[in-house]
């Protein structure tokens, strides 16, 4: 309909130029002397419309044609950008399928557009070091170093992947630092960290980043509870040098830590390693108190007070209460035993430790329950009787290495 409209009002415009131009009785003169020129108006009006068509047709070609490598080359910029973002899809879709030599060459396509080349890079290093080529992957690391919106993304990247090879932990540390710098403090960014120092075995780092993950609840119970147990694993022993720094360290550990089991038993061994058994025993108590461990009675076994004092007699009197409320532990008669025979009271100690063996106990129970049954029997000036029990001690041992498989 427009179209006709359109028709229409050209049909009625050439009619009206028609009427005018036949009633138009005008002309045009040109002269320079000696030459004289004389045009109706009407001819000379066609011809000037005429000739700024030809005109608009020469300069619209020239420009057009001036122009046509810029278009070329934006044509070609398109067409590039849209290889690239399919090659960029294709090496996604490689990497998560485990393709991951498809995936770096696919990256490799994909990295010839500037707008895909960070992302490009990125997926190119992490297929690079699934291929183990290490070289290749800091390559393609350093290449989406020149992209500053993705430096976080590749700072992330960088962290995952050294902190899967322990030979360069140096190079992961330094690369969490500068995280560190720009405030990433997202959880992610603290489990890289959290694998990077325990790699690194700096250990008071890990129980400060466990401490935040458990704050937002990022990080397994039982991982938590791990991580925790081996960083106080390797702190507490080395302050055991110092007694001071012992105090110090133990003082810092939070009260859910200090209940664990390995935690209590570490802690105990360390104290007694600087001489304060009180304070080892006082340990082993509580967190028995709070849950029963066979670690714990063998820590407290071997925190025996010196003989005749008030505290060794405490610990008996707690051994005894612990035996009526669970009677038949064989770990636990071994205790009573061991601390009876550290005071003295050969008639319980032997009881204690005859019970021990009682039943089917632990290899380990039987040959300390002979050892120290023999140590009482020498001490008692009866040879015999303590020979025999060396004698069980000696075998129960020959069992145990002819059950231990051979290297």
Request: aromatic content about 6%.
């Amino acid at each position: 309909m427009r179209f006709f409209l359109w028709l229409l009002t050209l049909f009625a415009a050439a009619i009206g130029l028609a009427v005018l131009a036949r009633f138009n009785p005008g002309n045009v003169v040109f002269f320079y002397p000696p030459y004289r020129v004389d045009l109706s108006l009407n001819f000379f009006i066609i011809a000037m419309v005429l000739l700024f068509a030809l005109m608009f047709v020469i300069i619209s070609t020239v420009r057009t044609t001036l122009g046509m490598p810029a278009r070329v080359e934006q044509y070609r910029a398109t067409r590039q950008l849209r290889e690239s973002g399919r090659a960029l899809q294709e090496a996604l879709k490689a990497y998560l399928e485990g393709r991951f030599g498809r995936a770096e060459k696919s990256a490799t396509r994909a990295s010839l557009a500037p707008e895909y080349a960070g992302l490009a890079a990125l997926i190119g290093a992490r297929s690079a070091h699934r291929l183990q080529q290490n070289r290749r992957r800091d390559e393609w690391l350093t290449a989406a170093g020149d992209y500053s919106a993705l430096r976080t993304a590749r700072l992330m990247t960088t962290v995952e992947l050294l902190a899967e090879d322990n030979r360069q932990i140096d190079e992961a540390l330094a690369a969490i630092s500068e995280l560190n710098s720009h405030g990433i403090k997202h959880a992610q960014a603290l489990r890289l960290a959290l694998r990077v120092q325990q790699s690194a075995r700096n250990w008071p780092e890990v129980l400060r980043l466990v401490r935040l993950l458990d704050k937002h609840n990022a990080l397994h119970p039982t991982l938590s509870r791990r991580l925790r147990d081996m960083a106080y694993e390797a702190l507490l022993p080395k302050a055991a040098e110092d007694t001071e720094s012992l105090k110090k360290l133990w003082a810092t550990v939070p009260a859910a830590d200090r209940m664990s089991p390995g935690v209590a038993a570490i802690a105990a061994n360390a104290f007694m390693k600087v001489g304060r058994q009180q304070e080892a025993a006082d340990i082993i108590e509580k967190a028995l108190a709070v849950q029963w461990d066979v670690r714990l009675l063998r820590a407290y076994r071997n925190c025996a007070a010196p003989e005749g004092s008030a505290t060794l007699l405490a610990q008996i009197e707690n051994g005894e209460r612990w035996a009526r409320e669970r009677p038949n532990d064989p770990e636990l008669s071994l205790v009573l035993g061991a601390l009876c025979l550290k005071q003295k009271l050969w008639g319980k100690a032997q009881r204690h430790l005859e019970e021990a063996m009682a039943g089917t106990p632990e290899r380990g129970v039987t040959q300390e329950a002979h050892l120290r049954l023999a140590q009482m029997h020498e001490a008692l000036n009866q040879s015999e009787a303590a020979a025999v029990h060396y004698r069980q001690c000696a075998l129960t041992t020959q069992k145990d290495n002819a059950k231990s498989p051979s290297l």
